[in-house]
């Protein structure tokens, strides 16, 4: 008898649906990231600047988010086969200034995730010692090995076990709140929701690197379909800031509370055990996940920027030993110095793919005319 085959059961759908799957784990992996930035961005400067409507200032971010999506959409559209998105709108020599600037980026990413870490450790065990700190957290991210695929994977279980933690403990919270602490509804001023939106739209700028990585056996997937991940991911931020005003009025976000304090804001306000349990897992996983994601995705570029394909080993785990230093020498300088320069990633985003856009451009009509005078 002959055998029957289907589109679901046949070799090729199999593998589409492995690409797939790997495809949602990757946008998975990447809104975790999205949403630890935001809430770093939280505790950072929202909860201190922008105060109670600071989910305005994160609500309003879905605009940028957008915008920054439209140029990597375009560039994504034109890749060429063996070549990066990136390689395929500059050249892969003209590509190593964007290589490095997108190693610079990530590892901004990395150094934030990883600072509040270290910040949240110390919060919940202040009689350790920094360094100890510092190396441990560092140590037990390099041993994962820096492998890409696994990353993917485990992000898609985490991602239910940390939503999961965060949502229990601010449904503990209810009882302990106020709809009053939303009043005024604009806080401060229209002005300083504004400057917090400028602020916290850093935080979305790293939602572009599923489509700048790209790769030629992805099968195609629509606009929208791409950028749902990290709406989603906004669309939570919102919802934990909404969480953090229903327990704090204005005056009291503004109090000077340590980094790791404010990171774990909704248990400080409850008197839940079970909730600081949580919180502590679910705050500890996501940030131990966006680290080791950013600096894989660090140690990627500037594996491409040394014109290697595949990515050494080794470099992941000295990219996370140098982020220590910044959690161990003046930490209260290096925070303000990350609550300066955070904000500015997406506009360095933009214009790192805007000029990959005009590169593409250029090239295009280049071979155009190239391909006319023959």
């Not at 349990?277 to 995705?297: F, R």
Request: overall charge positive.
């Amino acid at each position: 008898m002959g055998q029957t085959t289907t589109s679901v059961h046949s070799p090729a759908g199999m593998i589409k649906q492995r690409r797939m799957a790997s495809l949602r784990d990757k946008s998975a992996l990447n809104a975790l990231s999205v949403y630890a930035q935001l809430y770093i961005g939280f505790s950072l400067y929202l909860y201190g600047q922008a105060s109670t409507p600071g989910y305005l200032s994160t609500l309003l971010t879905a605009p940028v988010l957008l915008l920054l999506f439209l140029p990597a959409w375009f560039l994504a559209r034109r890749k060429q086969p063996g070549l990066s998105v990136t390689e395929s709108a500059a050249g892969e020599a003209s590509a190593k200034p964007f290589f490095l600037c997108f190693f610079l980026l990530h590892l901004m990413d990395a150094q934030l995730a990883f600072f509040a870490l270290c910040a949240v450790v110390r919060d919940v065990m202040p009689d350790f010692e920094r360094t100890a700190v510092a190396l441990a957290a560092a140590f037990f991210c390099a041993l994962g090995g820096g492998e890409d695929e696994g990353l993917n994977r485990l992000s898609r279980p985490l991602k239910w076990v940390i939503g999961a933690l965060l949502l229990y403990c601010a449904v503990i919270a209810v009882p302990h709140g106020s709809a009053a602490h939303f009043f005024p509804l604009l806080g401060w001023g229209p002005a300083s929701i504004l400057r917090g939106t400028l602020w916290i739209s850093g935080g979305v700028a790293s939602a572009v690197w599923p489509l700048l990585n790209r790769e030629d056996d992805d099968p195609p997937r629509g606009f929208f379909s791409v950028l749902r991940a990290p709406l989603m991911a906004l669309a939570f931020g919102v919802f934990t800031y909404l969480a953090s005003v229903w327990l704090m009025p204005v005056y009291v976000m503004q109090r000077p509370e340590s980094l790791g304090w404010r990171m774990l804001l909704l248990v400080h306000m409850t008197p839940s055990v079970p909730a600081w349990s949580m919180e502590v897992i679910g705050l500890l996983l996501l940030l131990l996940t966006a680290t080791a994601y950013s600096v894989s995705q660090a140690a990627k570029a500037l594996s491409r920027f040394g014109g290697k394909q595949k990515t050494p080993r080794f470099l992941t785990a000295a990219l996370l030993f140098l982020l220590v230093p910044a959690c161990v020498i003046d930490p209260d300088g290096m925070q303000e110095l990350l609550a300066a320069a955070a904000p500015w990633r997406t506009a360095a985003c933009f214009l790192l793919l805007i000029l990959l856009c005009l590169c593409s451009l250029i090239r295009s009509k280049r071979k155009a005319e190239a391909g006319d005078s023959v």
